[in-house]
Nanobody, 123 residues
Framework: QVQLVESGGGLVQAGGSLRVSCAVS????????MAWFRQAPGKEREFVAA????????YYSDSVKGRFTISRDNAKSTVYLQMNSLKPEDTAVYYC????????????????WGQGTQVTVSS
């Protein structure tokens, strides 16, 4: 059973940076595509960014493109989301997700989820 544990959330001022991490255990990390989603209060969960199993393909939502960077370290079984130029509208619980590697669109069909880490951006 794949287990995902996020860390690194917190409070940051608008314009600042934060990096969240997701450590994966219980299976072969390099066999999984990885993604970040987020959910703000009163809103549906939305896709943020994804990276394929080998780290050669990434995909971002329009709202974070150019500001956020997803990366992975297969040796450490960890995926990261570097968030720069943060805005108050980036405030949300950020969830890490995994799926067995697939040729599907990177934003689709994630089966395994972490419990989330809160990111709050003050204005």
């Amino acid at each position: 059973q794949v287990q995902l544990v996020e860390s690194g959330g917190g409070l940051v001022q608008a314009g600042g940076s934060l990096r969240v991490s997701c450590a994966v255990s219980g299976s072969t990390f390099s066999s999984y595509d990885m993604a970040w989603f987020r959910q703000a209060p009163g809103k549906e969960r939305e896709f943020v960014a994804a990276v394929n199993w080998y780290g050669t393909r990434t995909y971002y939502s329009d709202s974070v493109k150019g500001r956020f960077t997803i990366s992975r370290d297969n040796a450490k079984s960890t995926v990261y989301l570097q968030m720069n130029s943060l805005k108050p509208e980036d405030t949300a619980v950020y969830y890490c997700a995994a799926r067995p590697r697939s040729s599907r669109l990177l934003e689709d069909k994630y089966a395994y989820w972490g419990q989330g880490t809160q990111v709050t951006v003050s204005s």
